[in-house]
């Protein structure tokens, strides 16, 4: 079975241009997650899709992130425009565990974004 | 702010049992204690997750005392390939994973 893929691995761009991340999710998996490490600092929590509802954005930091997944499948996180501290590694995790008791989720590989 | 505390780093050899403690003083009634494992240039991946006493799998064993202040992550006969970064967490259920800085395992020849 096919594992959390994440699109592009890395990308390099300038500070106010736009970059569109790209997450595929385990098949059947209903949770989708964002996180980001930026700057050398801890794993931070972005937001959680549930199907193709926001569940809980309250990681999102500011409104120049965009993140859709339409028709519950995959997910894009758009940065508009990229600022340099935007600069880090996105993950994109799956699960599909819905109110049942397991906090195990599907990391994919990570894209490292770089802002000039 | 995390959460969790455990240690920065630690050494170990090549087939030797690794016991990696983690304090949650303030841990929620409701909340899991799950350990992830992160190899470099990949994302973290689920090793094992618990609420009281003994769990055990095919990677690793986690003790829980009775007043969940604190847990410990057991890896019997380490091999190199072990080198990684553990992190431990308090979570519920299908909601947001809160990392810590993690501890640094690095298993030496």
Not at chain 1, 19 to 32: F, K, M
Request: one cysteine or more; a negative charge; glycine letters at 8%.
């Amino acid at each position: 079975e096919a594992g959390v893929t994440q699109f592009p691995s890395h990308s390099v761009i300038e500070k106010g241009q736009t970059v569109t991340l790209r997450c595929d999710p385990i098949s059947g998996h209903d949770n989708l997650y964002w996180y980001r490490r930026v700057m050398g600092k801890e794993i931070k929590f972005l937001l959680h899709f549930v199907k193709e509802s926001k569940q809980d954005e309250s990681g999102m930091p500011n409104n120049r992130f965009l993140a859709e997944r339409t028709g519950g499948t995959y997910s894009t996180l758009k940065v508009q425009p990229a600022e340099l501290e935007d600069s880090g590694v996105y993950f994109c995790a799956s699960s599909p565990y819905l109110g049942e008791e397991s906090n195990e989720q599907f990391f994919g590989p990570g894209t490292r974004l770089t802002v000039l | 702010l995390a959460k969790t505390t455990q240690p920065i780093s630690m050494d170990s050899y090549e087939g030797q049992e690794v016991n990696i403690t983690c304090s949650h003083n303030n841990i929620a009634t409701n909340d899991y204690i799950t350990w992830y494992q992160q190899f470099p240039s990949q994302g973290p991946r689920f090793i094992i997750q618990g609420y009281k006493t003994k769990v055990t799998n095919e990677v690793a064993s986690l003790f829980i005392p009775a007043d969940r202040k604190s847990s410990t992550l057991s890896l019997p006969r380490v091999s190199l390939s072990d080198t990684a970064v553990y992190y431990c967490l308090e979570a519920g259920s299908a909601r947001q994973l809160t990392f810590g800085s993690g501890t640094q395992l690095t298993v030496l020849p």
